[in-house]
């Protein structure tokens, strides 16, 4: 059975900096594709940054680049995302999301992702 958990989330001012993980289990994150996406009230879910399959590639989302980090540890089979400079509207539920025959055409599309986190809450705000 495949799980992934995220944390890390919270409550960060405005040009902040918060990490959220994703440990996985049942499932080997350097053989799938991994993503993260997120969602704000009253929004649909945007694709923040992923690793292709083979983890040759990492992408991002044009609203994130250059502000988030997308890391993996594969010993720890744990995927992180490290958001500085953080802004209100990067306020939203953050989550991961892996498959194992995303091709990298889809990989921005959520469809494509066979396993979810729950979420975890990043609340931007003085």
């Known amino acids: 059975q495949v799980q992934l958990v995220e944390s890390g989330g919270g409550l960060v001012q405005p040009g902040g900096s918060v990490r959220v993980s994703c440990a996985a289990s049942?499932?080997?994150?350097?053989?799938?594709?991994t993503a993260w996406f997120r969602q704000a009230p009253g929004k649909e879910r945007e694709y923040v940054a992923g690793y292709s399959r083979t983890g040759g590639y990492t992408y991002y989302g044009d609203s994130v680049k250059g502000r988030f980090t997308i890391s993996r540890d594969i010993g720890k089979n744990t995927m992180y995302l490290q958001m500085n400079m953080l802004k209100p509207e990067d306020t939203a539920v953050y989550y991961c999301a892996a498959g194992r025959r995303v091709i990298t055409s889809s990989l921005r599309s959520q469809q494509a992702y066979d396993f979810w986190g729950q979420g975890t809450q990043v609340i931007v705000s003085s």
């Open positions: 049942g499932l080997t994150l350097s053989g799938a594709a």
